[in-house]
């Protein structure tokens, strides 16, 4: 692009470098490669050298000072940063979400669920459009001056973008360093001879502080932003709408933003987006739920030291530093080849971690994992241990990438990648990995709880032809059973009557038995009471399905196909034939048989052997109680495994009941 008209062609230049901007840093969909966006810079550059008249501080090429400040200056914030309350125990917000609803009676309260970005908090004042101040949280009411930084950080545009921004506002966000730009640095700094940085919340803290900016430039800072503290004739009346006015102005909001209807709701949201940890390329130590409405917020108002409106639900997290040995691949009962990480044991959270999902091939792809490869691997919350990046300054000649299989691993089917999706299966569902995997599922506890059926019996059955489906487990025989290993004649009887006493757990059990996609124990149940028969349930339509509270129609679509499906139309008239019961049935197995938990809250921690922790999940909730993944004051009982760890201490600081595995199973069997 040329222009007789140098001025011209400067604003063109400056109006094009903006937009690429906010296509990169709001929208995440860059249109020109960073080659192409650094070719435009070069040509700024190269006009405003030759007419230095027209330079502007504004203009995109003013982000880094020429040379380092004196020191930092005092900066007093026009409205006050107030601290968040905060808590790590579920108990403890949901007591939180009943404050709120006692406070606000008979009021609809929509909730807003964000990510807690582990950085830096700052403020960022603009002044009829111009950034004019950039400053840290400080003591709340002042902070420290960083204009000089926050100017070299990536997505703080100098000038926003749009015509309708207040003349005068202040926002809030927190500025954080990715993870694969903290792995870039270390190897830099490695060469260089100098010490390595642990976290990115450390290099993020002591970068923006720095005096000198063009060093803060080299580490690639970024920023999420999240609130709004003075503002003149803002707007949005809603914390939604101001998120979409950020995004307008060329700020960037906080990712993976979620609005609910209720409470309940966002807990739940929080919960499951815990799992989802592993996605993200910067650290988060949390999440926050807020109140959409400003006008709520108001009348909720502020204690003298937080908002009412607004409370971060935190986890605990733990890191370890280990040797990645093996990348094996794991098939799952609905044909999903997941990669799992064999790692060089380590202690984490009091447990001994050796393995870590790597959970879909695009990950390992975007982290760059190769087998021999040094890790940071992470447990979060409650969540299984994932790796959160490469250490690549350790990386050796003998690090290898790793290929994903083109064909299953167990029955050498060509795989197939979920259309639109990430998840790679087999579509084979009589691959003997899958079937091995369904049929654990089925016999487990929380489906048809065929007492004696474990992993190895099962790996018989379907190794010897004996089992295919799950119907077949109703024809086995006692002579069938005393030909595998292990089988003595009082086992074979026990199991056979287990397996017997299974058809009459009732059509809740056998939805959740059935891996139907998307279907759990809570969906289960709701369909089965909701619809009452498999023969209502196959009349049913994508629309019927849809209606029903908390199904939708992603769940719906799933139960639908599966259950018109040849395999499925098959799976349920044959268990049908063996006299499975396909209704819902309301015995004294499925109702809550005693309330000995009512109003108890009970924690798992540590190895098990005889349960799984959503097993003991489940009786509690049975027996009336509540179970939880974290101890607080609020605890009446922790179950401890073998290395419960920190849980454990905690408990007994709290004088919270402890009870082992067997402790537990004689308590439910008194009740």
């Not at 000198?212 to 609130?227: K, N, S, T, V």
């Not at 739940?268 to 130590?285: K, P, Y």
């Not at 009887?493 to 059990?509: P, W, Y």
């Not at 023969?535 to 939708?552: F, K, M, P, R, W």
């Given at each position: 692009?040329?222009s007789?008209?140098p001025?011209?062609?400067?604003?063109?230049l400056?109006?094009?470098?903006?937009?690429?901007?906010?296509?990169?840093?709001?929208?995440?969909?860059?249109?020109?490669?960073?080659?192409?966006?650094?070719?435009?810079?070069?040509?700024?550059?190269?006009?405003?050298?030759?007419?230095?008249?027209?330079?502007?501080?504004?203009?995109?090429?003013?982000?880094?000072?020429?040379?380092?400040?004196?020191?930092?200056e005092?900066?007093?914030?026009?409205?006050?940063?107030?601290?968040?309350?905060?808590?790590?125990?579920?108990?403890?917000?949901?007591?939180?979400?009943?404050?709120?609803?006692?406070?606000?009676?008979?009021?609809?309260?929509?909730?807003?669920?964000?990510?807690?970005?582990?950085?830096?908090?700052?403020?960022?004042?603009?002044?009829?459009?111009?950034l004019?101040?950039?400053?840290?949280?400080?003591?709340?009411?002042?902070?420290?001056?960083?204009?000089?930084?926050?100017?070299?950080?990536?997505?703080?545009?100098?000038?926003?973008?749009?015509?309708h921004?207040?003349?005068?506002?202040?926002?809030?966000?927190?500025?954080?360093?990715?993870?694969?730009?903290?792995?870039r640095?270390?190897?830099?700094?490695?060469?260089q001879?100098?010490?390595?940085?642990?976290?990115?919340?450390?290099?993020?803290?002591?970068?923006?502080?720095?005096?000198?900016?063009?060093?803060?430039?080299?580490?690639?800072?970024?920023?999420f932003?999240?609130?709004?503290?003075k503002?003149?004739?803002?707007?949005?009346?809603?914390?939604?709408?101001?998120?979409?006015?950020l995004?307008?102005w060329?700020?960037?909001?906080?990712?993976?933003?979620?609005?609910?209807?209720s409470?309940a709701e966002?807990?739940?949201?929080?919960?499951?987006?815990?799992?989802?940890?592993?996605?993200?390329?910067?650290?988060?130590?949390?999440?926050?739920?807020?109140?959409?409405?400003?006008?709520?917020?108001?009348?909720?108002?502020?204690?003298s030291?937080?908002?009412?409106?607004?409370?971060?639900?935190?986890?605990?997290?733990?890191?370890?530093?280990?040797?990645?040995?093996?990348?094996?691949?794991?098939?799952?009962?609905?044909?999903?080849?997941?990669?799992?990480a064999?790692?060089?044991?380590?202690?984490?959270?009091?447990?001994?971690?050796?393995?870590?999902?790597?959970?879909?091939?695009d990950?390992?792809?975007?982290?760059?994992?190769?087998?021999?490869?040094?890790?940071?691997?992470e447990?979060?919350?409650?969540?299984?241990?994932?790796?959160?990046?490469?250490?690549?300054?350790?990386?050796?000649?003998?690090?290898?990438?790793?290929?994903?299989?083109?064909?299953?691993?167990?029955?050498n089917?060509?795989?197939?990648?979920?259309?639109?999706?990430v998840?790679?299966?087999?579509?084979?569902?009589?691959?003997?990995?899958?079937?091995?995997?369904?049929?654990?599922?089925?016999?487990?506890r929380?489906?048809?709880?065929?007492?004696?059926?474990?992993?190895?019996?099962i790996?018989?059955?379907?190794?010897?032809?004996?089992?295919?489906?799950?119907?077949d487990?109703?024809?086995?025989?006692?002579?069938?059973?005393?030909?595998?290993?292990?089988?003595?004649?009082?086992?074979?009887?026990n199991?056979?009557?287990?397996?017997e006493?299974?058809?009459?757990?009732?059509?809740?059990?056998?939805?959740?038995?059935?891996?139907i996609?998307?279907?759990?124990?809570?969906?289960?149940?709701?369909?089965?009471?909701?619809?009452?028969?498999?023969?209502?349930?196959?009349?049913?339509?994508v629309?019927?399905?849809?209606?029903?509270?908390?199904?939708?129609?992603?769940?719906?679509?799933?139960?639908?196909?599966?259950?018109?499906?040849?395999?499925?139309?098959?799976?349920?008239?044959?268990?049908?034939?063996?006299?499975?019961?396909?209704?819902?049935?309301?015995?004294?197995?499925?109702?809550?048989?005693?309330?000995?938990?009512?109003?108890?809250?009970?924690?798992?921690?540590?190895?098990?052997?005889?349960?799984?922790?959503?097993?003991?999940?489940?009786?509690?909730?049975?027996?009336?109680?509540?179970?939880?993944?974290?101890?607080?004051?609020?605890?009446?009982?922790?179950?401890?495994?073998?290395?419960?760890?920190?849980?454990?201490?905690?408990?007994?600081?709290?004088?919270?009941?402890?009870?082992?595995?067997?402790?537990?199973e004689?308590?439910?069997?008194?009740?």
């Amino acid at each position: 692009m040329t222009s007789s008209d140098p001025a011209q062609e400067i604003d063109d230049l400056r109006d094009e470098i903006r937009a690429h901007d906010q296509r990169y840093y709001v929208e995440a969909k860059p249109t020109i490669s960073d080659l192409e966006y650094d070719r435009l810079i070069d040509r700024l550059k190269q006009l405003e050298a030759a007419h230095p008249e027209l330079v502007t501080a504004d203009s995109p090429t003013q982000r880094i000072g020429d040379r380092p400040i004196d020191d930092l200056e005092p900066a007093p914030h026009l409205v006050p940063m107030m601290s968040i309350d905060n808590t790590y125990s579920i108990e403890e917000l949901q007591k939180y979400g009943d404050r709120i609803a006692g406070l606000l009676p008979d009021e609809k309260v929509e909730w807003v669920v964000e990510l807690k970005i582990d950085g830096v908090a700052v403020s960022l004042t603009y002044k009829n459009g111009i950034l004019v101040r950039g400053a840290t949280r400080g003591d709340g009411k002042t902070g420290d001056d960083i204009t000089h930084n926050v100017r070299t950080v990536l997505g703080v545009p100098l000038r926003l973008t749009g015509e309708h921004f207040p003349p005068l506002v202040e926002v809030r966000g927190e500025i954080y360093m990715a993870n694969s730009d903290l792995v870039r640095l270390n190897e830099t700094r490695q060469k260089q001879g100098l010490e390595l940085y642990a976290n990115t919340r450390n290099v993020t803290a002591g970068s923006i502080r720095l005096l000198d900016p063009r060093i803060c430039a080299e580490r690639r800072l970024r920023i999420f932003c999240h609130g709004v503290g003075k503002a003149e004739g803002l707007a949005a009346s809603t914390h939604m709408e101001f998120l979409a006015q950020l995004s307008e102005w060329g700020l960037p909001a906080t990712p993976h933003v979620a609005c609910l209807g209720s409470f309940a709701e966002a807990v739940a949201h929080a919960e499951s987006f815990i799992e989802r940890l592993h996605e993200l390329n910067f650290e988060v130590d949390g999440l926050v739920l807020k109140v959409n409405r400003f006008e709520q917020r108001e009348r909720l108002g502020a204690t003298s030291k937080s908002p009412r409106w607004v409370i971060a639900y935190k986890f605990e997290k733990y890191e370890a530093v280990t040797r990645l040995n093996e990348i094996r691949m794991q098939v799952g009962k609905t044909g999903t080849i997941t990669p799992v990480a064999e790692l060089e044991p380590v202690e984490l959270a009091g447990t001994t971690v050796s393995r870590a999902s790597l959970h879909n091939a695009d990950e390992i792809a975007r982290k760059d994992v190769r087998v021999g490869d040094t890790v940071i691997v992470e447990k979060a919350g409650k969540i299984i241990p994932h790796i959160v990046r490469v250490e690549l300054h350790k990386r050796t000649d003998e690090a290898r990438e790793f290929e994903f299989p083109t064909q299953c691993p167990d029955c050498n089917t060509k795989l197939e990648k979920d259309e639109g999706g990430v998840y790679i299966r087999c579509p084979n569902r009589l691959c003997p990995a899958q079937l091995r995997e369904r049929l654990q599922y089925f016999a487990g506890r929380s489906a048809m709880d065929i007492e004696g059926m474990g992993d190895k019996l099962i790996g018989q059955l379907v190794a010897s032809g004996l089992v295919s489906e799950f119907a077949d487990l109703y024809s086995l025989t006692e002579p069938q059973l005393l030909e595998l290993e292990r089988m003595g004649k009082k086992s074979a009887q026990n199991l056979l009557e287990a397996i017997e006493t299974s058809k009459r757990r009732g059509l809740a059990r056998l939805l959740n038995a059935l891996s139907i996609r998307h279907v759990g124990t809570r969906v289960a149940t709701i369909l089965a009471e909701t619809l009452g028969s498999m023969h209502a349930l196959q009349q049913a339509t994508v629309e019927d399905l849809s209606a029903i509270d908390e199904v939708g129609p992603i769940i719906a679509q799933s139960v639908y196909e599966f259950l018109q499906s040849e395999h499925g139309l098959q799976s349920v008239e044959r268990l049908a034939a063996v006299g499975v019961a396909q209704e819902l049935i309301r015995s004294e197995e499925s109702a809550p048989v005693d309330q000995m938990f009512a109003g108890k809250t009970v924690v798992v921690t540590g190895k098990l052997k005889k349960y799984t922790r959503d097993e003991i999940h489940a009786l509690v909730q049975r027996y009336g109680g509540r179970a939880s993944s974290s101890v607080s004051k609020s605890t009446d009982f922790l179950v401890a495994g073998e290395k419960a760890g920190s849980k454990l201490t905690k408990a007994n600081q709290l004088g919270v009941e402890i009870l082992s595995e067997e402790d537990f199973e004689a308590l439910i069997g008194e009740g």
